[in-house]
């Protein structure tokens, strides 16, 4: 069975500083690890995601994460964010499902409250 | 078109009523996903439908019944609901490929649904 931790459920950030969400994930098979956003009153949007190959993965609105396998970690980082990041962010898991052939079992972490000062 | 489009925003309901939530996309997408989202929580999955056919039930309590009558709309029938069962209502989709997932969701904005 796959699951995921999301150690911070708030991160309080200043506008234009770094920051990092961490996410922990658990599996005994090979995995594919997400980060999704939620803005307020809005569905998830997809900001990456790693399959396979290199290890650092970039996505949309500035973000990067990295996968590390040793670690079983998957931290999103931002080099500067901005006031518009301020948002719900989701870590999720989904793995090779072999009774669940042709869908995708997405799992998500408790995420992590964003919340950006000026 | 990149939409997927969740009707009704909004939903305030009695424990006796039936209603249905409806979800629809123009991306050629087979496999369509219902989620719940408690406030403050992380979207849990309820059921996959994946080529109009049933693939995931989450042990949903059968006062939720999903109907997917094509390849482009997937609807959730809700009778005889509980005060519990307030929360956001999430519809996603996603292309379908072998065992492994892998594919990007997309998500709707979903149905707010009060049950009083």
């Known amino acids: 069975a796959q699951s995921v931790t999301q150690l911070d459920s708030q991160v309080p950030v200043f506008e234009e500083a770094p920051v990092e969400l961490r996410c922990n994930y658990s599996?005994?098979?090979?995995?594919?690890l997400f980060w999704y956003v939620q803005y307020p009153n809005q569905g998830l949007q997809l900001l990456l995601k790693y399959l396979s190959g290199s290890t650092l993965v970039k996505g949309i609105n500035g973000f990067e994460a990295e996968f590390n396998k040793s670690q079983t970690s998957f931290h999103l980082r931002k080099p500067s964010v901005h006031i518009s990041d301020t948002a719900e962010y989701f870590c999720a898991v989904s793995g090779i499902l072999f009774r669940y052939s042709s869908a995708s079992k997405i799992i998500f972490g408790s995420g992590t409250r964003l919340s950006i000062r000026p | 078109d990149t939409e997927v489009t969740q009707t009704p925003k909004h939903l305030v309901m009695g424990m006796t009523n039936k209603k249905s939530l409806k979800c629809e996309q123009h991306m050629g997408h087979r496999a369509m996903y219902w989620y719940k989202q408690k406030a403050k929580k992380p979207p849990e999955l309820m059921f996959v439908y994946s080529y109009e056919k049933l693939s995931i039930n989450e042990s949903v309590p059968s006062r939720f019944s999903p109907e997917c009558p094509n390849s482009s709309l997937l609807n959730l029938h809700l009778h005889a609901l509980q005060p519990e069962d307030s929360a956001l209502y999430l519809c996603?989709?996603?292309?379908?490929?072998?065992?492994?997932?892998?594919?990007?969701?997309?998500f709707g904005s979903g149905t707010q649904l009060s049950v009083l």
């Open positions: 599996s005994s098979v090979s995995v594919y």
């Open positions: 996603a989709s996603s292309h379908v490929q072998g065992a492994g997932g892998g594919e990007k969701l997309f």
